[in-house]
């Protein structure tokens, strides 16, 4: 029924060479053309379509809010447009892009072609491929909340896990002061009014009570040391190491003399940081160098190198140092890596030092070999102002 | 020509029958209803620089035959993304693609633009050929109805601030219609007789 003669077969073929679904109908929806594209789109030929009522090919067509707009482009000549987030498609024709379960996705735009008869042409727009990418990045979006989500929970669970930690901690070691105060006084009492009623072996006995309170009092000391570090409310400030350090030389003065130790502190930069904790971290960092000595007489050298927004400090020594694994462990609480006869300690100091700079954002590791000495090196961020303090040279 | 309130007031009747039908329209798409409203219009000199000003997101339809010029639904640009984003149902202004915005808004701007140029058609009782919506963003107004020179744009602009509410929402844009030189002169004069 193609027999329109006002569509010449010029204009036949201009509508074949469209990039786009494009087909006429006249006002009683019947189709009077029927392009290549369509064709291919809907698997149905021009001879099929042309003089067929467009709603009897796609009943869809029929439903109101196709069908009454279409209407009105021919009662009054205005254009109608039907946009993909509303509509999906203006004819179900099957899926593309390997999509089997969407199908292709239109933006269909309808206008008056001709008055007399009125014909109406369709044009339509493949735009499944970006519904195609749209769905893609959703997917990739959907994946990468759902990560952030599970990172998320699971910060918070070690966060809570290690404020629980840190409670029992604090709850511990201040709790069991009240009792081991009463051990050390008792025993010193017995010790003191009671000697000459004891056999050897009680008095013996007696020492190695002593001693282990005292070893227990300096553990719980220094738990309660390590607790203090991980509760303490941090009051950063622009601080000169300077003189944070000098006032930690001050209180080593004794074991520097006694060691006969060779100190040798470069002008060092001012940071960022709480002026107790990081005294503290050098306190320990210093008497460790102090401590894990060999024949040689000490050397202990302060070190600074300029980071990316921080400073690379440290503490280094040419005492026993230590293995590769056990610079793994180290900073462990309760990692000895020697026995108490050799060297006095609880093994808390270096984990009083990672939580020291871990509350300042920084990490703190260790470069040696045994027998060659340590390195101790751990970072602080930048004092918030410009440049630095110390012109290092 | 300077235009009486009662002109004014005619005016925003026939913008206002012609929002009345865009909103039946878009309900029974969105299956939801959709108010629309004109609560007055105002005309300018498309020559008035302050056209030069407003930018944002933009839906364009031409008509001409007894009555000429250039329709447009225009929005703030994220009042735009809003309007999108309630009509699809996205929570976010920055989850919408702008392929989305485009296609939705065409269709809205198509819907109230032929609702408002349909009424004006059948009170003149005259046939307008019309283009089909295009969409713009980020294009100044001035640039959209003529040229960006003022001294060389001719004619009128109605400006009716079109109060949108979905879902119990409020949003609010701008219904513009250019007319070419003359054409709302002889539009006015016609609603005088009407009345008269």
New interface residues.
């Given amino acids: 029924m193609n027999d329109d003669s006002r569509i010449s077969s010029g204009e036949d073929r201009l509508l074949d060479l469209l990039p786009v679904g494009a087909f006429l109908i006249r006002e009683d929806f019947v189709v009077v053309r029927w392009n290549r594209t369509v064709e291919e789109w809907t698997g149905m030929t021009a001879a099929d379509a042309v003089g067929q009522p467009l709603t009897d090919l796609f009943p869809n067509v029929a439903d109101g809010r196709y069908a009454e707009r279409l209407r009105q482009v021919f009662s009054t000549g205005m254009p109608a447009t039907y946009s993909p987030a509303f509509h999906k498609h203006f004819l179900p024709v099957p899926a593309r892009h390997g999509l089997e379960d969407q199908l292709m996705v239109q933006q269909t735009e309808v206008r008056l072609f001709s008055r007399e008869p009125a014909l109406a042409l369709v044009t339509i727009a493949d735009v499944s491929l970006q519904y195609v990418q749209l769905g893609l990045l959703r997917a990739e979006r959907a994946e990468l909340v759902k990560t952030r989500d599970e990172l998320k929970a699971a910060v918070q669970g070690l966060e809570a896990s290690n404020r629980e930690l840190d409670d029992f901690n604090y709850i511990a070691s201040h709790d069991l002061q009240e009792p081991l105060r009463k051990i050390v006084s008792f025993s010193a009492l017995l010790e003191k009014q009671c000697a000459e009623q004891l056999p050897d072996s009680g008095i013996q006995y007696l020492g190695f009570m002593s001693d282990a309170a005292r070893r227990m009092k300096n553990l719980i000391s220094d738990l309660l040391s390590l607790s203090r570090t991980s509760r303490a409310q941090l009051e950063p400030a622009e601080l000169d190491l300077n003189q944070c350090v000098d006032d930690v030389l001050q209180l080593l003065g004794h074991r520097l003399e006694s060691t006969g130790a060779q100190l040798q502190v470069p002008a060092l930069p001012a940071v960022s940081g709480d002026r107790r904790l990081i005294a503290q971290l050098y306190q320990n960092l210093i008497g460790n160098a102090l401590k894990f000595v060999t024949d040689e007489t000490p050397r202990v050298e302060l070190t600074a190198e300029r980071g990316e927004g921080e400073w690379i400090l440290g503490v280094l020594d040419n005492g026993i140092g230590i293995s590769e694994d056990a610079a793994a462990r180290i900073f462990q609480p309760f990692q000895r890596l020697h026995g108490r006869d050799e060297y006095e300690g609880t093994g808390i100091g270096l984990s009083i030092c990672r939580k020291a700079v871990q509350r300042h954002n920084g990490r703190i590791w260790v470069e040696s070999r045994p027998g060659e000495g340590a390195h101790f090196r751990f970072t602080l961020p930048d004092r918030p102002a410009t440049g630095t303090a110390a012109d290092l040279g | 020509m300077e235009l009486t309130d009662e002109d004014l007031e005619s005016l925003a009747e026939i913008v206002n029958i012609g929002v009345g039908r865009a909103a039946s ?1 878009l309900s ?3 299956g939801s209803a959709i108010e629309l409203k004109v609560p007055k219009v105002r005309v300018i000199a498309a020559s008035d620089r302050v056209l030069d000003q407003v930018d944002g997101i933009s839906v364009k ?1 031409q008509f001409t035959g007894a009555v000429a010029g250039k329709a447009l639904l225009q929005f703030p640009t994220q009042t735009g993304r809003q309007l999108a984003c309630l ?2 149902g996205y929570d976010e202004l920055d989850e919408i ?1 702008e ?2 915005i485009s ?2 808004l ?2 809205v701007g ?1 819907i109230v633009l ?1 609702g408002v ?2 009424s004006l ?1 059948n009170i003149t009782s005259s ?7 295009e969409f713009y963003v980020g294009r100044a107004v001035s640039d959209l109805i003529g040229s960006a020179v003022p001294s060389s744009r001719s004619g009128s602009v109605l400006i009716a601030d079109t109060d949108f509410c979905v879902s119990s929402e409020g949003i609010h844009g701008s219904i513009m219609i250019a007319f070419e030189i003359g054409a709302l002169e002889s539009l006015v004069e016609y609603l005088q007789q009407l009345v008269a």
Avoid: C, K, M, R
């Fill in positions: 329209s029974i798409l969105l339809q009509l699809t693609p392929f989305e296609g939705v065409a269709e198509n032929n140029l349909g058609a046939h307008l050929d019309y283009t089909v919506p």
